[in-house]
């Protein structure tokens, strides 16, 4: 009779991991809670979420995270590390969308891809479908001599209001001293 009652639960659970991420997320943490009814996990301390989704591969270390399998999303609070191949972004917080390939981090960023480029601003987004990533508030840019600059964009030891640069390329395409950014927010989904 028990198992009766507890095999509709097990098919939901594994119809969601089915339906979201290609592989299920990798998670780790020192308190983990599954909210069955809204799909999600809620992580505390030492979070580790790895992504595997169709040859995308991340990992996410946080204080706190909530992982929603069917949207394939991730909010992830407090000291935040988003690594993803060469890249390194850390932030206060993020939200990672697994379908629209796309990070939003706001707090403290940090950048740094391989040594060669370190960048520190107030909130970015990146896109690791197209390499873009756009930074935003306070832009500070570091960068080696086999950086590129698109043409007319030159570095100057200077804050910027924005910087878009193309990951893959391992080029700058605009350094703007006045810049309107979009206000990035990142929620606390359970708070």
């Not at 979420?49 to 949207?71: E, P």
């Amino acid at each position: 009779m028990r198992l009766i009652k507890i095999l509709p639960v097990i098919f939901l659970i594994l119809f969601t991991f089915g339906k979201s991420f290609a592989a299920a997320p990798d998670i780790q943490a020192g308190s983990t809670e599954f909210d069955i009814l809204n799909g999600r996990y809620i992580l505390r301390d030492n979070v580790r979420v790895g992504i595997d989704n169709h040859g995308f591969q991340a990992t996410v270390n946080a204080d706190k995270a909530v992982v929603y399998l069917s949207a394939q999303s991730c909010y992830a609070l407090g000291n935040v590390d988003f690594n993803y191949g060469n890249i390194v972004f850390s932030c206060d917080r993020a939200f990672l969308q697994a379908r629209d390939k796309s990070v939003e981090a706001v707090g403290a960023i940090k950048f740094q891809n391989k040594q060669r480029v370190t960048v520190t601003a107030e909130s970015a987004t990146f896109n690791w479908d197209d390499g873009i990533a756009d930074f935003y508030g306070k832009v500070h840019v570091v960068a080696k001599n086999d950086v590129t600059f698109s043409g007319g964009v030159k570095l100057k030891n200077i804050y910027y209001a924005h910087a878009r640069y193309n990951v893959f390329e391992n080029k700058f395409l605009k350094l703007d001293k006045k810049y309107n950014a979009p206000n990035i927010v990142v929620n606390d989904p359970v708070s």
